[in-house]
């Protein structure tokens, strides 16, 4: 699989509270089978924080373009988002502000 291939979340994504996320592709990790986005919080219209998630992709197959890995990939950065917290002391390419 080619990281490039891998989607971007840039719609929101309610958590709860009127919060929110959205996530861009970080980077891919074959050695270790993980991908990283950078996660961006929203409060209402504002953002509140980023962080980095890690997503472990062991359970992901080899066809990472049908829909149940996109709503799988949607789920594990969800349960990311929703803790307000990153699971992973990387900080990616991507996470100059973190």
Same mark, same amino acid.
């Given at each position: ?11 929101? $994504?309610?958590?709860?509270?009127? /919060? ?11 050695? $270790?089978?993980?991908?990283?986005? =950078? ?15 890690q997503v472990g992709m062991w359970w992901a197959g080899d ?6 890995? =996109?709503? /799988? ?17 990387? /900080?990616?390419? =991507?996470?100059?502000?973190?």
């Amino acid at each position: 699989m080619a990281s490039e291939q891998l989607p971007g979340f840039p719609d929101r $994504n309610p958590i709860e509270g009127g /919060r929110a996320w959205t996530a861009v592709f970080d980077s891919y990790d074959q050695r $270790n089978d993980d991908c990283y986005y =950078l996660v961006t919080l929203f409060d209402g219209e504002s953002v509140v924080s980023q962080l980095m998630a890690q997503v472990g992709m062991w359970w992901a197959g080899d066809d990472w373009t049908s829909a149940e890995f =996109l709503e /799988r990939l949607r789920k594990e950065i969800h349960s990311v988002a929703a803790t307000g917290k990153s699971n992973t002391e990387y /900080r990616g390419s =991507l996470a100059g502000s973190l």
